[in-house]
């Protein structure tokens, strides 16, 4: 098992940029694919980004693409989402996630969870 610690997150306005950040711990941080989740009041958990083992392959839902950017640094044993030109729609509670597997799109991949940290895109 990896242990999962985020930071980053709050209030932004809308067009403005903000990092999410989540360290691990635990078994060797590459041996996982790493995801960002987000859960919006009154709606389904959903797949916002996921990254490869390696980082080479980064994958994201349509309502984000282009606009964030997942990365990680095996070295520092952290993943990163950088998200630019948030909207009021993309406010939701952020989680990242670890998939004992190559590349991880669904929840069901991911068997480690963070704590979760609130974003709020203001108009």
């Known amino acids: 098992q990896v242990q999962l610690v985020q930071s980053g997150g709050g209030l932004v306005q809308a067009g403005d940029s903000l990092r999410l950040s989540c360290a691990a711990s635990?078994?060797?941080?590459?041996?996982?694919?790493m995801g960002w989740f987000r859960r919006a009041p009154g709606k389904e958990r959903e797949l916002v980004a996921g990254?490869?083992?390696?980082?080479?392959?980064?994958y994201y839902a349509s309502s984000v693409q282009g606009r964030f950017t997942i990365s990680r640094d095996n070295a520092k044993r952290t993943v990163y989402l950088q998200m630019n030109s948030p909207k009021p729609e993309d406010t939701a509670v952020y989680y990242c996630?670890?998939?004992?597997?190559?590349?991880?799109?669904?929840?069901?991949?991911?068997?480690?969870w963070g704590q979760g940290t609130q974003v709020t895109v203001s108009s």
């Open positions: 990254i490869s083992r390696s980082g080479d392959h980064a």
């Open positions: 996630a670890a998939a004992d597997i190559d590349v991880g799109t669904r929840a069901a991949d991911f068997g480690s």
């Open positions: 635990g078994r060797t941080f590459s041996s996982y694919a």
